[in-house]
Nanobody, 118 residues
Framework: QVQFVESGGGLVQAGGSLRLSCRDP???????????LGWYRQGPGRQRELVAS???????NYIDSVKGRFTISRDNSNKKVLLQMSNLKPEDTAVYYC?????????WGVGTQVTVSS
């Protein structure tokens, strides 16, 4: 149940881009997860929501609000899951987390902050 470690967040203007990365420290002791993985986010005053997921065979799903703007991918060789975020909007401001989909016992990491200014 070692937590994932997220990175790549930052402060950008609306319309900008960011690339988030999530690594799995547990990969030192085991193979990369064959489960579906996803990126979640939690904005101010809102509940955590799943925004994108990718299965072991690389099938992807996105919530409507990010379709066409976000791309999730897996880097199995380096045991990472990535989220390319383009045309960012202020409503994308949130702490972003990665985890299994559905949640299956792994602890939540600290997440990485994404702030989009007008």
């Amino acid at each position: 149940q070692v937590q994932f470690v997220e990175s790549g967040g930052g402060l950008v203007q609306a319309g900008g881009s960011l690339r988030l990365s999530c690594r799995d420290p547990r990969a030192i002791f085991s193979t990369f997860s064959p489960k579906t993985l996803g990126w979640y986010r939690q904005g101010p005053g809102r509940q955590r929501e799943l925004v994108a997921s990718i299965s072991s065979d690389r099938n992807t799903n996105y919530i409507d609000s990010v379709k066409g703007r976000f791309t999730i991918s897996r880097d199995n060789s380096n045991k990472k899951v990535l989220l390319q975020m383009s045309n960012l909007k202020p409503e994308d401001t949130a702490v972003y987390y990665c985890n299994d989909v559905p949640i299956a016992g792994r602890s939540w990491g600290v997440g990485t902050q994404v702030t989009v200014s007008s």
